[in-house]
């Protein structure tokens, strides 16, 4: 479903992917583990658009998408659900949800997105009309990963999901997102929180300083001494 070849990524001076290749199959849960600064969110950014690649490929469904503009990378069915939430504070749940189908024309379709966002989060229903600035962590991060879901993506880059939040909302949040997969959505993770991030998923890459370091699948890395070592506490 994507590829990502010899990706070469730079903010001024600073090499932040040095040539990194990787893939995602659909259906899969993927996770991206490392350290701050690893280069793990220069890869989300690099795959939607938002950060411009020096060299190398990124492919979806066998469409070259690298260095494509953001909205066209939406429109082919990526999404993002960035760090940190980024949610409009002063505009409603349902008008934050609504720009996250901006692609789409079709008001039946609009209505369904709606409708299974709602699903997934109830909360977010029961909130419809109050602005996203009134609403808990918690609830800001349902709302974000609402959003993204809204352009119905083939695959959801989730960036930092459970960043802040109490830890039963943190074992909530990753319910949501084995019942997305479950559902037909192809997902990459991006998470602190390595120990829950390979629970859920089918495999995982590890990133240091730019470089991918290992990969596999998610059970055996997580019990790998070295990622035990450096990501899980364990050790």
């Known amino acids: 479903m994507l590829k990502i070849s010899n990706l070469n990524t730079f903010y001024g001076h600073i090499h932040a992917l040095k040539g990194i290749s990787m893939e995602i199959k659909k259906g899969e849960v993927v996770s991206l583990i490392g350290s701050n600064g690893a280069g793990k969110s220069s890869t989300l950014g690099s795959i939607a658009g938002l950060v411009r690649t020096q060299s190398g490929n990124?492919?979806?469904?066998?469409?070259?998408?690298?260095?494509?503009?953001?909205?066209?990378?939406?429109?082919?069915?990526?999404?993002?659900?960035?760090?940190?939430?980024?949610?409009?504070?002063?505009?409603?749940?349902?008008?934050?949800?609504?720009?996250?189908?901006?692609?789409?024309?079709d008001k039946v379709k609009m209505s369904e997105s709606f409708t299974r966002v709602y699903d997934l989060f109830p909360r977010l229903k029961e909130r419809i009309k109050q602005t996203a600035g009134t609403l808990s962590g918690g609830e800001q991060q349902m709302l974000a990963i609402g959003r993204a879901?809204?352009?119905?993506p083939q695959l959801l880059m989730l960036d930092e999901p459970s960043l802040g939040l109490a830890p039963n909302l943190v074992l909530m949040i990753f319910e949501l997102i084995e019942s997305i997969n479950k559902q037909g959505t192809t997902i990459l993770l991006i998470e602190q929180n390595a120990n829950m991030a390979l629970s859920v998923s089918h495999r995982a890459y590890v990133l240091e300083t730019g470089n991918i370091s290992m990969t596999g699948n998610a059970k055996e890395l997580a019990n790998d001494p070295r990622v035990k070592k450096a990501y899980l506490g364990i050790g």
């Open 149 to 152: 879901l809204m352009s119905e």
């Open 58 to 105: 990124v492919t979806f469904m066998d469409k070259d998408i690298t260095n494509m503009s953001p909205h066209n990378i939406v429109k082919l069915g990526i999404s993002l659900s960035p760090e940190g939430r980024e949610v409009f504070p002063a505009l409603t749940v349902q008008e934050n949800l609504r720009l996250g189908a901006y692609t789409k024309k």
